[in-house]
Structures are given as C-alpha cells and as structure tokens.
C-alpha cells in the first residue's frame, strides 16, 4: 500500500496560472518536505513542516507557497508558475528530523509549464 | 562548491561486471550517509545507510571516508535491474543534500 501519495502524477498549467500540488501519507509522520528536481540534478529543498511548525529554506523564491492543515496533507502551491518552475516535485516525511531517520518519498508530480 | 558532489557517469558495464563509484561532501558535520536509487522519472527510494566502518547489503557495499570526506558505492555482480541513478545523499542537522547522481547503465 502507498505510504505516500501524491497527486495528481502529471500536471500541465499555463503560464502564470496558480496550481496546487498535493501530498498525504499514512505514516503518520512529524515532517513532511516538498522537494523540486529538475532534469538531471539533485533533489533540491524547498522546504518542510515540522508538525505545524513550517520552514522556508533561504533561497526558495516566494512564489512558492504551502500549507499543512492536518499530519496527513501537505500542499505546495506555487502563485504564478513560470517556465523555469516545470520540474519533478517530490513530497518526503520522516518520523523526526535528526539523527539517521529515514525520509519516505512519494512518487512525485510532473509539472508541465506552457 | 555543492554539498555533495558527484561523478555523473554513465558507467557503461556488462552484466556480472563489478563498477564503483565516490562522491564527496563538503560539510563535516555531517552526521549520516546514504545511498539512494532513482529509476528513470521515478522517486529515490533509500537503497542503504553508510556506516563509519562500512557495511555490506548483499552485492552492494558502502564506505565511508571521514577524514577524505567521501563516500563510495560498489556494486558487485552487475544485473541489468541495477541500471538506475545512484544518489550520494548527507544528512546535516535537519536536512537531508542530494547529489545529482551518478548514472550506471547494465548492459546484456
């Protein structure tokens, strides 16, 4: 069974057109974290909630929002989507942040940028 | 510089072939090493922790290098399932930094 799920797989929107990413997992995991991977580099940190708690990493451009209204979902939401945002977005949870924990990754969404 | 660093590849190798390859990490605070795999627009999906005095997990094994600060990952006995992109993965104090892989590529 999915731990976590993210929908949609495959999402295409126009330029400046808002759109909304969504994560839910079973784990019932303390953290969630939104990842964005452009073609062959590194997943790169957008950012995570700890619980409620959330946390911007510094260079995440303000275009790009999100929301945890309960443990299970976790949303990313980026304002106006430009060329350059048309990447792979993966969610991830872990149980803790530190120490060894293991992160947990959804299968990711698609973004298409017209 | 990146945090972590490493060789893109392709390493093109025959089935039943041995191929390893490092990456390095610039923080040493650094506090747990993992290695990731990544199949072609898929998830990463953890393949094994890296544990100071190295650790094996079946064909694969993993070493660590604290004073080198580098990480290395051999895969013995080459299956063409093992094609993928291997990521060298840090964990610092709350995050986790990727690197942007190294690709092996098994061929028949």
């Known amino acids: 069974d999915a731990m976590v799920i993210q929908n949609p797989r495959y999402q295409v929107t126009q330029f400046g057109k808002p759109v909304t990413l969504s994560c839910s997992q079973t784990l019932n995991h303390n953290v969630m974290y939104w990842y964005q991977q452009k073609s062959s580099q590194a997943p790169k940190l957008l950012f995570h909630y700890y619980d409620k708690d959330f946390n911007n990493e510094a260079d995440t451009p303000d275009n790009f929002q999100s929301r945890r209204p309960n443990t299970s979902f976790c949303f990313l939401d980026i304002r106006s989507p430009g060329l350059g945002d048309a990447a792979m977005y993966l969610c991830?949870?872990?149980?803790?942040?530190?120490?060894?924990?293991?992160?947990?990754f959804g299968p990711g969404t698609r973004l298409t940028v017209l | 510089r990146k945090e972590v660093e490493q060789d893109p590849g392709p390493f093109n190798v025959p089935e039943g072939a041995t191929v390893a390859f490092n990456c390095t990490y610039s923080?040493?605070?650094?506090?747990?090493f993992f290695w990731y795999r990544q199949d072609c627009r898929k998830e990463p999906k953890l393949l094994m922790s890296v544990y100071s005095s190295g650790n094996e997990d079946g064909r694969f094994t993993a070493q660590l290098n604290r004073a080198s600060q580098y990480i290395s990952l051999l895969i013995r006995d080459s299956k063409l399932s093992d094609s993928a992109t291997y990521l060298c993965?840090?964990?610092?104090?709350?995050?986790?930094?990727f690197g942007a892989g190294t690709t092996v590529t098994v061929r028949a």
């Open positions: 993965v840090v964990r610092g104090d709350y995050k986790l930094s």
């Open positions: 923080n040493s605070a650094s506090q747990s």
């Open positions: 991830a949870t872990s149980r803790e942040l530190a120490g060894a924990d293991t992160q947990y």
